[in-house]
């Protein structure tokens, strides 16, 4: 079994920055595309940014210049700094991982952590 954990979520006035993480764990042979997602009150999920095992990442339009995903393979850690947030932000973020175990490759979702930005 693999367990993902996200944290570093809260509340933020308007223009301020929050950095993510989402700490893997478990039975994991290797980590392959990474990404956060979120999901606002009564909208579908929605996909942030995405990093590949490569390192190379995408980030959404919304998002692009404001928020950057990275990644420690030593710690199997991946990362959101988010800055210059907006009211917009505010939502659900899910940590999501494609993970290799013994045999087979499945995808992992976190439990979530709540970001609130207040204008």
């Known amino acids: 079994q693999v367990q993902l954990v996200e944290s570093g979520g809260g509340w933020v006035q308007a223009g301020g920055s929050l950095r993510l993480s989402c700490l893997a764990s478990?039975?994991?042979?290797?980590?392959?595309?990474m990404a956060w997602y979120r999901q606002a009150p009564g909208t579908q999920r929605e996909l942030v940014a995405v990093i590949s095992s490569d390192g190379s990442t995408r980030a959404a339009d919304p998002v692009k210049g404001r928020f950057t995903i990275s990644r420690d393979a030593a710690k199997n850690t991946v990362y959101l700094q988010m800055n210059r947030l907006n009211p917009e932000d505010t939502g659900d973020y899910y940590c999501?991982?494609?993970?290799?175990?013994?045999?087979?490759?499945?995808?992992?979702w976190g439990q979530g952590t709540q970001v609130t930005v207040s204008s």
């Open positions: 999501y991982a494609y993970v290799r175990t013994a045999g087979t490759y499945t995808a992992y």
């Open positions: 478990g039975s994991i042979v290797s980590l392959n595309t």
